[in-house]
Structure formats: structure tokens, C-alpha cells
């Protein structure tokens, strides 16, 4: 079973994570027809999460929300943070994990 969380922000693009979580399943071993349905399942939840954060983010709001899709062969959650400031532990995080 593969496991994926995935953070949400105001510089998210739905196309390159959702090549990004392909490649992923694909390394993690899913076969092509459960990476498609992972996909297929991922798309319209990360679509509308990017959408409605960057519209309420635009107009000086704040928009927090968790979504998790489930598949026979995969779990993700989406985490959508727009307008809000990343905490210290969450910067350090990932201040240190862009250099991998």
C-alpha cells in the first residue's frame, strides 16, 4: 500500500504533482492500472483544493482543509494551507528536505 501526503500552497500546480505521484506509485511498485486509478481518484479532489485555497487566499483569507483519497492500493492526503503562515518545525522541515 502506498501512503503520500501532500501539502497544499499557494505554489502548488496540480499537473506536476500529479506526475510527480505517478512516478511515485510506479517506483513504489503499483502497476500501471492502479497508478491510473490513483490518479484518476487524485485529480479531481487536488483540482478543487488548489482552486478554492487560491481563491480565498487571494482575497486575504485563509483557507485550511484535509482530504484523503483512498484506492485499493493507495492512500493520500491532500493538506491545503492557503494563507497561512508555516509554523517554525515546518519551515525547518522544509528548508532541509528541498536539498534531497
Request: a positive charge; hydrophobic letters at 45%; proline letters at 3%.
Amino acid at each position: 500500500m502506498y501512503h503520500k501526503r501532500i501539502i497544499l500552497d499557494g505554489d502548488s500546480d496540480a499537473a506536476v504533482i500529479l506526475a510527480q505521484t505517478g512516478a511515485e506509485c510506479r517506483a513504489a511498485g503499483l502497476s500501471p492500472q492502479d497508478t491510473e486509478i490513483v490518479i484518476s481518484e487524485l485529480k479531481d479532489p487536488l483540482r478543487t483544493l488548489i482552486q478554492s485555497g487560491s481563491a480565498v487566499a487571494s482575497s486575504g483569507g485563509r483557507f485550511l482543509a484535509d482530504r484523503k483519497v483512498e484506492t485499493d492500493a493507495a492512500i493520500i492526503t491532500l493538506v491545503a494551507r492557503y494563507g497561512v503562515p508555516c509554523g517554525l518545525f515546518a519551515r525547518l522541515w522544509n528548508a532541509l528536505s528541498r536539498g534531497r
